[in-house]
């Protein structure tokens, strides 16, 4: 009995440990502190003036044991939170509005995944200490101590949505902007602790707007380049097809590579709609998953790569190794959607990028 109790002992302990070591960044953006910022979501930032942190309903801005949410913009002193630095270099704790007491705090202390953030009084405790990356541009993920993120609960977006904690991954409802209290423009950081670059699977293609056009179209037709489809194209949620070109933007495409990230995400080509982009739906790759688009998130459902074949021919591989192909594997009709498949030489597994500036096809 002695023996099994210690048994389970130990593998509760060792598995106490496997917690705490969840991967988080150990230094992250040194930010200023003192002042008022607004946090905005990276989902509403420069789109609208939606998806700021508020403490709900009014009333005390300490508000206790009240959830935070995203809001509308206004000039509320319950959108306002300080940073303060924490005892442990690089860790922040957060007030709201001139409460100095308040903190922004992980509701029940443990920093389970989907808890709450809410509001607190000060405790000094690990539910109370954040960590900022920096992510490129003014944007951020706020750690937690046992490295999971602060998001909004649900993916949601919405005037309402709570925020809360989850396990790390990538897209825009985990990302955050720190709006300057006065301008509204994103903080960047004081200082950033410098990390390499994550290096590019597959070719590198130069910085630009490029069309892509199959190679069962390729210099037979004007037909065969892959298109968001459908006079609301600009919509998320519609599935990928060929058209015969028509130089619309519906036809243009730009290949982003995130500083962390060893594979590109393919958006639509003009800056103004950039935060369309090429998406396994479902977040799904099993033969057979259709293409169609998503808002740009950088996970692993929009990451793909390039293998030239020769002669400026490229394969389109998503990161699990399938390739894009078309549907069809006869014809280049308009409407023949694209979707993924097993690896297999085929013209319609093949594509040309067209830089659009030079008409060019692309050749490495």
Not at 64 to 84: C, Q, S, Y
Not at 177 to 191: C, E, H, Q, S, V
Request: charged share 20%; with cysteine; net charge positive.
């Amino acid at each position: 009995m002695k023996k099994q109790f210690l048994i389970v002992t130990v593998m509760v302990m060792l598995f106490g440990i496997s917690i705490n070591t969840d991967a988080q960044p150990t230094r992250g953006a040194k930010l200023p502190t003192g002042k008022k910022f607004i946090i905005q979501s990276a989902v509403h930032y420069g789109r609208s003036g939606k998806g700021c942190w508020e403490k709900p309903g009014g009333g005390s801005m300490a508000g206790k044991g009240e959830n935070i949410r995203i809001w509308n913009i206004d000039n509320a002193p319950t959108k306002r939170f300080t940073l303060v630095q924490s005892n442990e270099s690089g860790w922040y704790e957060i007030y709201i509005g001139d409460i100095k007491t308040s903190r922004i705090d992980v509701s029940g202390g443990k920093l389970n995944k989907g808890d709450n953030v809410h509001i607190w009084e000060r405790n000094r405790g690990k539910n109370q200490k954040f960590l900022f990356k920096h992510l490129g541009g003014g944007r951020y993920k706020i750690y937690t101590k046992n490295g999971r993120i602060i998001n909004l609960k649900n993916q949601g977006a919405g005037n309402g949505t709570n925020v809360q904690i989850w396990n790390d991954h990538n897209g825009l409802h985990n990302e955050w902007y720190l709006l300057d209290n006065r301008t509204r423009k994103g903080i960047l950081p004081i200082a950033t602790t410098t990390t390499r670059s994550s290096r590019l699977v597959g070719v590198k293609v130069p910085e630009g707007i490029y069309q892509i056009q199959s190679a069962m179209s390729y210099g037979r037709s004007n037909k065969g380049y892959l298109h968001f489809p459908g006079s609301n194209w600009y919509k998320q949620g519609i599935s990928m097809s060929i058209w015969t070109n028509n130089n619309s933007p519906q036809t243009m495409f730009h290949f982003h590579k995130y500083h962390n990230n060893s594979y590109y995400t393919i958006t639509a080509g003009k800056r103004k709609y950039r935060q369309l982009a090429m998406d396994c739906k479902g977040g799904k790759t099993s033969k057979g998953t259709p293409i169609h688009s998503w808002k740009t998130h950088n996970g692993t459902s929009q990451q793909f790569s390039l293998k030239h074949l020769g002669n400026g021919r490229f394969k389109i591989y998503h990161r699990s190794g399938k390739v894009v192909c078309l549907k069809d594997n006869k014809h280049d009709n308009n409407g023949n959607k694209v979707h993924l498949w097993n690896d297999h030489n085929a013209i319609t597994t093949e594509w040309y990028l067209i830089n659009i500036a030079t008409k060019q096809k692309f050749v490495p």
